[in-house]
């Protein structure tokens, strides 16, 4: 059973798309998290929500929105797509704040 | 503002060499966490190993060993013996309620070891 699981795997769009990533966790965690890994490797947080309200939300366009439903699910939307926004996003989650975060296996998002 | 700095590029070992990941951190917060990831070249991101602030006892896993040094704000990671398949990017990482508990990552290390 996969614990952190993200939908679709590669994305490729073209640029004034909007598309959505939908991250689902089965661990029973309270925290989950957004973060983008650009072509560098850098890793930075976009976002993070406890029990279903944002925590987080750093410096990110505001064409990025995510959406917690419940507890298990942390989904990522992009409006109007850009060059800029290609990369490889990955959602986490985590007991608590303090604890180590799992993550999920990446989307890579390419816009064309 | 937190910082992680992990100096190290790039390193190229060869099979059954040890070597030392240096991470030196900073913050302003008293209590805070550590985490060191590693990143194949399949891409998922694996947790390693995480210690608080409070605990600075070294960590031994096998052939993974971990040294946490308060005074020079640092978090080596050493693999001893190590084998092809530690090839990777390995990440350091900082969390701490200044920053909402969110990983702060170094810009990683890449690790290749050679038969």
């Known amino acids: 059973d996969t614990a952190v699981s993200q939908t679709p795997k590669y994305l490729v769009t073209q640029m004034g798309n909007d598309k959505s990533i939908k991250c689902e966790q089965n661990?029973?965690?309270?925290?989950m998290y957004w973060y983008k890994q650009d072509s560098k490797k850098f890793l930075k947080i976009m976002f993070s929500?406890?029990?279903?309200?944002?925590?987080i939300n750093e410096t990110v366009p505001n064409r990025f929105s995510p959406k917690s439903p419940d507890k298990a699910h942390l989904n990522l939307h992009i409006n109007s797509l850009e060059l800029g926004d290609s990369a490889v996003y990955f959602c986490?989650?985590?007991?608590?704040?303090?604890?180590?975060?799992?993550f999920g296996p990446g989307t890579r998002l390419t816009v064309l | 503002a937190q910082k992680v700095t992990q100096a190290q590029t790039e390193i190229s070992v060869v099979e059954k060499e040890d070597v030392t990941l240096d991470c030196v951190y900073e913050?302003?917060?008293?209590?805070?966490?550590l985490f060191w990831y590693k990143q194949p070249p399949s891409g998922e991101l694996v947790f390693l190993i995480r210690r608080n602030s409070f605990d600075e006892q070294n960590e031994i896993s096998g052939r993974y060993s971990w040294n946490f040094q308060k005074s020079t704000s640092s978090f080596n990671f050493t693999i001893t013996a190590s084998q092809v398949v530690d090839s990777a990017v390995y990440f350091c990482a900082l969390s701490a309620l200044n920053s909402g508990y969110a990983l702060n990552f170094g810009k990683g290390t890449s690790l290749l070891v050679t038969p």
């Open positions: 986490a989650s985590s007991r608590t704040e303090t604890n180590e975060q799992f």
């Open positions: 661990l029973g965690h309270d925290t």
């Open positions: 913050t302003r917060d008293t209590t805070y966490y």
């Open positions: 929500y406890n029990n279903k309200e944002l925590i």
